[in-house]
């Protein structure tokens, strides 16, 4: 099946403590992003990765880290949390233009993580 | 600054009704729109989308609207039905070559569909 795999689901973390979330796609996709989802303004982007080995910064990137070693895995590292760190995540991914007639703009999304910093 | 905004947090349709969702942006370079849906505790899944070429895509139950002079764009379910029950985010895109297609979500609709 088709999916974007991230872990853990839930965390409930301390102020400070390094944390890891990871995300995985199985569809061979070149691209992918991480978002944020917090009430009132919806999902903002935290960093992209057009390819291996290529990152960049999205809207919101302060007190985040990334890495694209492999092109299935896209972790989001936080190094020191903090309590406005606290929201939902997701992990998305697309083809980009790669093997595809047209782009669409199209993201495939995982199915979050639930991070709280106290 | 808010490019992309939906200025409903929340709708309630009677199932069967036409659902209508709206949003507004503010940069005429968007290139492409999204509609994506979600469910609690799931992420987001695409719905629908248009160029900015067009005016209307229709798919099944669901169409999408655009107007560009006005800056903005609309999604069209008919008939609703309970299970389109859902958060509905539009999105922009200023196209592949601005920072790989990046989204821009609005702040999203609640949509409830009562049987």
């Known amino acids: 099946e088709a999916q974007v795999t991230q872990n853990p689901r839930y965390l409930i973390t301390v102020t400070g403590k390094k944390l890891t979330v990871t995300c995985s796609q199985n569809m061979n996709h070149e691209y992918m992003s991480w978002y944020r989802q917090d009430p009132g303004l919806g999902l903002r982007q935290i960093y992209y990765?057009?390819?291996?080995?290529?990152?960049d910064k999205g809207d919101v990137p302060e007190g985040y880290k990334v890495s694209r070693k492999e092109k299935r895995n896209f972790p989001l590292i936080l190094e020191s949390p903090s309590p406005n760190q606290t929201s939902l995540y997701f992990c998305?991914?697309?083809?980009?233009?790669?093997?595809?007639?047209?782009?669409?703009?199209?993201?495939?999304f995982g199915e979050g993580s639930r991070l709280t910093v106290l | 600054d808010q490019q992309v905004k939906q200025n409903s947090p929340s709708l309630s349709v009677q199932e069967g009704r036409i659902s209508i969702l709206n949003c507004d942006y503010t940069?005429?370079?968007?290139?492409?729109f999204l509609w994506y849906k979600k469910y609690p505790a799931e992420g987001p899944t695409f719905l629908i989308s248009i160029s900015s070429i067009k005016d209307k895509n229709e798919d099944g139950r669901f169409t999408v609207f655009l107007n560009k002079s006005a800056k903005h764009l609309s999604l069209h379910i008919v008939p609703s039905q309970p299970g389109d029950s859902a958060v509905y985010f539009c999105a922009a895109s200023l196209g592949w070559d601005n920072q790989g297609g990046k989204l821009i979500f609005g702040q999203g609709t609640e949509l409830s569909v009562k049987p």
């Open positions: 998305a991914s697309s083809p980009g233009l790669a093997g595809v007639s047209r782009w669409t703009g199209e993201l495939f």
């Open positions: 940069n005429s370079m968007f290139d492409y």
């Open positions: 990765s057009m390819n291996v080995e290529v990152t």
